[in-house]
């Protein structure tokens, strides 16, 4: 039966019991009711340039495999051969004819087509091949370079479920007509902890910088005067919405790229005619974003990543750099490097981050530590609409798109999903 997860929660006075990060049974529910029906991010449309261009990725669990097919378009099926179940496609990227499976030599091709079957003779009459095709995500679609999937037949249009973010999102993603690509390859490496720590960190936590990072920042500050002065008063907003997305920024009366490079190179007055000026002093500025649940970005550094689930306390982060098009390759090079000093696996802030995230799971199935109350009140009650940021803003030292995050998974979680509907399967699946 379902866990109903409402005791777990009171988010009207900002409270949230530690064991939705650790209980195994949330965990399996969360595959089927927030992994399974949300649109995920799956990979950058750069990444695809000719029909067979294939990346292997992951939805919750589910191995994936996007590809290009022969008409040029973008489609994502289960890495599951249909025999027996295995990896039809063992490799992370490349480009292929065909996929076999490696065990009985089942053969599909880019548009998810069984095309060969090893001794077919030997399979009865009724067998028919056009049935054991690779399955298919029920949605596929791209927002300004980003490809998301859904397995969900019912999921809203991505540009509907991305809502209000779309206007944030916007100030990584549009910078010239041109749009981004993603360049230095995908990087990868895992962590103990639950994902959830991770995407609500990107949605809402501008609180840890100036502590987790200090030593980073009084290296980096321009000033020469450290983390105090320079992040304790930044002023910001921080976005939130029903749709459990978040985006914080500091608000910079002048714009400014950290990297020396890129910002000579960028055209702030061309930016302000495309983009508006609450934009480029705000959400362009060194902010965090996420997209429910699982992607998170960062839109100074062009990081765009993903945690991938692997149990209540394990997460893969997957992360890649996009740049603009438009950029020179010396330009598109350093925003690479800025980008690996600073949020690589390797670099100065992503090494705290993940850091802090382990450590608040090694003790969470502790009987006690496990299930005590956390405190998500920050910023309670200031939210509002300040007529310069579109929604829902609250300051930028605020729980808030915390909050808004954990109300949608809650929501998911407490809501048979489409593939639990209308079915005599799990009859009692429901809180
Ligand atoms: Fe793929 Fe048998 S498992 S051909």
Sequence with gaps: PAVDVSPYFDLDRGLVD???????????????????????????????????DFFTAYMGEDPVIVTMGKDRKLRAFLNAC????????????????????????????????????????????????DQWGLIEVAQLDTYKGLVFATWNPEAPPLVEALGGLTWYLDAMLDHDPEGT??????????LEG???????????????????????????????????????????RQYTDSLGHGHGFPTHPKSRFDDRVVHEWTDYEALRERLGDARVEG????????????????????????????????????????????????????????NLRT???????????GENWSECQATAHGFVAGSMTLNYQMGLGL??????????????????????????????MNTPAWHEKNTEKNPEDTP
């Excluded at 007529?387 to 915390?402: F, I, K, M």
Aim: aromatic share 12%; charged share 20%.
């Design 18 to 52: 530690r064991t939705i990060f650790s209980d195994q049974a949330v965990y399996r529910q969360e595959l089927r009711r927030v992994f399974a029906p949300s649109w995920l991010f799956l990979a950058h449309e750069s990444q695809f340039t000719k029909p067979g």
């Design 82 to 129: 249909r025999h027996r179940g295995m990896r039809v496609c063992r490799a992370d990227a490349g480009a292929t004819k065909a996929f076999t499976c490696s065990y009985h030599g089942w053969s599909y091709d880019t548009s998810g087509k069984l095309i060969n079957v090893p001794n077919g003779g030997d399979y009865p009459a009724h067998f028919e091949q």
């Design 181 to 190: 690509e993603a360049v230095g390859g995908v990087h990868k490496w895992v």
């Design 194 to 236: 639950n994902w959830k720590l991770a995407a609500e960190q990107f949605a809402s936590d501008w609180y840890h910088v100036n502590i987790s990072h200090a030593s980073a920042l009084m290296v980096m500050s321009p000033t020469g005067k450290g983390p105090k002065t320079d992040i304790v008063q930044t002023p910001g």
């Design 283 to 338: 959400p362009m500025t060194t902010g965090h974003g996420t997209v429910f649940p699982n992607f998170s970005y960062l839109p100074v550094n062009g990081s765009i990543r993903v945690w991938h689930p692997k149990g209540p306390d394990k997460m893969e982060v997957w992360a890649w750099t996009i740049v603009d098009k438009s950029m020179p390759d010396e330009v598109k090079n350093a925003q690479r490097i800025y």
């Design 343 to 353: 949020f690589g696996p390797s670099g100065i802030f992503e090494q705290d981050d």
């Design 383 to 412: 939210q509002s609409e300040d007529g310069v940021h579109p929604g829902t803003t609250g300051r930028l030292y605020s729980d808030g798109a915390a909050r808004g995050f954990y109300a949608r998974w809650r929501d998911l």
